[in-house]
């Protein structure tokens, strides 16, 4: 914990850790304007495997840079931006109390 009281959450490590990898950074380009993407549709046209996108797209979650929902079988994905807010909020909160 830092010296004024602000650390960073665990969902904002996620985010971070999420943010780290090359191959994350260009599936997130998938969902601009508002797409709605299936794993599926996730793996074809970054032109990887179904789980490997699986893994991806978990992790994207997980850091609030997604969010998903179920329909049948398939869970479709799309930008999470309220989630992103709140992680850049804390980063932020973060990085004015340290620097």
Avoid: W
């Avoid at 992790?59 to 398939?74: A, C, D, M, Q, Y």
């Avoid at 930008?79 to 992103?84: I, P, R, V, Y």
Wanted: hydrophobic content about 40%.
């Amino acid at each position: 914990m830092s010296e004024v009281g602000v650390e960073l959450e665990e969902s904002t490590n996620d985010f971070l850790k999420a943010l780290a990898s090359p191959a994350r950074q260009q599936v997130m380009f998938l969902f601009a304007g508002g797409a709605e993407l299936s794993v599926g549709d996730v793996a074809e046209r970054a032109g990887i495997g179904q789980s490997t996108a699986s893994q991806q797209l978990a992790l994207l979650r997980r850091g609030h840079i997604l969010t998903s929902r179920r329909e049948g079988k398939t869970v479709f994905y799309r930008a999470d931006s309220q989630g992103t807010a709140a992680v850049l909020d804390n980063l932020q909160a973060y990085l004015r109390s340290c620097c």
